[in-house]
Every structure is written in C-alpha cells, then in structure tokens.
C-alpha cells in the first residue's frame, strides 16, 4: 500500500515537469510578428492530422512545421516565401485554400460549377412540371377554369 502511495506521489509530482515540456513559449519582440505567426500557422495544415491546422495539431510534424515558421520571421523572410517553402517541402495539401494556378482550377471551379449545374436543374424540373400539369386538363376542364377565373375577374 505504502508503493502504491509512493508512486501515486510521484506521478502527481511529475506531471506538471511533463505538461510544462509539451508547451512550445516563443517570444515575439514585434506584436505584428506574432500576428503573422499565428496567422500563418492557422494557415497552414498538418499532414499527419489532415484537417488540423499545425497551430492546433500536438503532432511532431506539426511542431516541427511551427518552428520552421518562427525560424524563418526570425530570418526575415515574407509571408510568401514562408508559404513558398512550406508548399515545396510538403505540397499543396498544406495549403487549406490552395492558390488558383492552371492544376487547381478543376478545384476552385467545380463547386460553382455544380452550384449552376444544380440551379440549372431545378429551373429545368419545375418548368416541365408546369407544362406538364398545364397540359393534363381536357378540354372541358379548361372550359371550367377559364370561366371561374372570368368570374373572379369581374369582382
């Protein structure tokens, strides 16, 4: 029992030690540069964790994509060239809004595509449902109706 207690003891004691380790602390002299990483951070996904962003992603990729970011604000580099490495090091899916180039086009156009395909549709169904209904009254049901709509109009 006494074990027992000892190593619950030490288990408490230890893990703040290991939760303090896991915290990544970079210091930023420029508010405006840690607005850029944290911009491009969220900008950027995690290949292990797919729809993560690495700034929410605990993966060692993840971290390891964090510092390359804060090392190359560190070194002066742009927005684009820090995206431009990222891209050549690991490809367009760590973009989430891959750039519109002539191999994305297909990606940035299909859903208006389908969006006009759709509306296209619709327009197209409901139109033939009125011809359609128009169509199905004989000649005596026709008669009927435009007598009651000339009542109508008299009132």
Do not use: H
């Amino acid at each position: 029992m006494a074990r027992l207690i000892r190593a619950l003891l030490m288990l408490a004691l230890l893990t703040p030690a290991l939760a303090q380790a896991a915290i990544e602390v970079r210091e930023f002299d420029d508010p405006v540069m840690r607005d850029r990483f944290e911009s491009l951070t969220a900008t950027l996904r995690c290949p292990k964790c797919q729809n993560q962003a690495i700034d929410d992603s605990d993966s060692p990729i993840a971290g390891d994509m964090r510092q390359r970011v804060f090392e190359q604000l560190q070194a002066g580099r742009s927005d684009k060239e820090i995206l431009d490495f990222m891209v050549s090091r690991f490809g367009d899916y760590v973009l989430y809004n891959p750039r519109l180039e002539g191999r994305t086009l297909l990606l940035w156009g299909l859903p208006a595509a389908l969006v006009l395909g759709g509306g296209l549709l619709v327009a197209l169904l409901v139109r033939a449902r009125r011809r359609a209904s128009a169509s199905r009254l004989s000649v005596e049901e026709r008669a009927r109706l435009d007598a009651l709509l000339e009542r109508e109009d008299d009132r």
